[in-house]
């Protein structure tokens, strides 16, 4: 069982230049995420998916897509590298979401290793 | 959507002090605020978790607490350890599934 597994975990891109994220999980959780962190600024919300098919933007999304074609993978794709998405990245998932009238679960997060990811 | 602000950033204490750390959020909906703990170089994992249909829970030197009606959790940590010494991180859920964090607290137990 590796949880969730990010790649690369280290990338220099040049202004421009555009990459993808991967991240896969074999927990068949249903929701994932994606969060950057920065000195100071915590983990900030990317995108989210609460299943194949569907994503969400979260708090800070410009600059980043996402796409959900099966449960397993939630990849995180850079069009046009800045050097302000200089950062950390953590692709996270969890047994999450919504139970219809039931309303909505939220459970543990589970974290990858991270993605340092420099921008010049 | 949820705002989650958390206090104090940095912290310093003595080995065998408590340590208590406060956030507040915004949204009324939400109902699960997690404590994850980040080991400098190392992913966040969680510590401890409350749900909103409970105003405390202890796992042995780590306690939370839950104030719905002023929308604050709280994390008491007894009897400090180095090993104690991270970046704790706040959250709470918003729209029921996503979580959002706070900025973090960076805790130094010194012996």
């Known amino acids: 069982n590796a949880g969730v597994t990010q790649t690369p975990k280290f990338q220099v891109l040049k202004t421009g230049q555009s990459m993808t994220l991967q991240c896969a999980q074999d927990m068949n959780h249903e929701y994932m995420s994606w969060y950057r962190q920065d000195p100071g600024m915590g983990l900030r919300l990317i995108h989210y998916?609460?299943?194949?098919?569907?994503?969400d933007q979260g708090e800070v999304p410009n600059g980043y897509n996402v796409s959900r074609s099966t449960t397993e993978d939630f990849p995180l794709r850079l069009l046009l590298a800045a050097p302000s998405q200089t950062s950390v990245y953590f692709c996270?998932?969890?047994?999450?979401?919504?139970?219809?009238?039931?309303?909505?679960?939220?459970?543990?997060?589970?974290f990858g290793e991270g993605s340092r990811l420099t921008v010049l | 959507g949820e705002n989650v602000e958390q206090h104090p950033s940095t912290l310093s204490v003595q080995e065998g002090d408590s340590a208590v750390i406060k956030c507040t959020y915004s949204?009324?909906?939400?109902?699960?605020f997690p404590w994850y703990k980040q080991e400098l170089g190392k992913r966040p994992q969680l510590i401890i978790d409350?749900?909103?249909?409970?105003g405390e829970k202890k796992d042995q030197r780590i306690a939370v607490t839950l104030n719905k009606t002023a929308k604050h959790f709280s994390l008491h940590i007894t009897e400090t350890q180095p090993e104690d010494s991270a970046v704790y991180f706040c959250?709470?859920?918003?729209?029921?599934?996503?979580?959002?964090f706070g900025k973090g607290t960076t805790l130094s137990v010194s012996s």
């Open positions: 996270a998932s969890s047994y999450s979401g919504h139970l219809g009238l039931a309303g909505s679960y939220t459970g543990e997060l589970f």
């Open positions: 409350i749900r909103s249909n409970v």
């Open positions: 998916s609460v299943g194949a098919g569907i994503t």
């Open positions: 959250a709470a859920n918003q729209a029921g599934t996503a979580l959002i």
């Open positions: 949204d009324s909906a939400s109902n699960y």
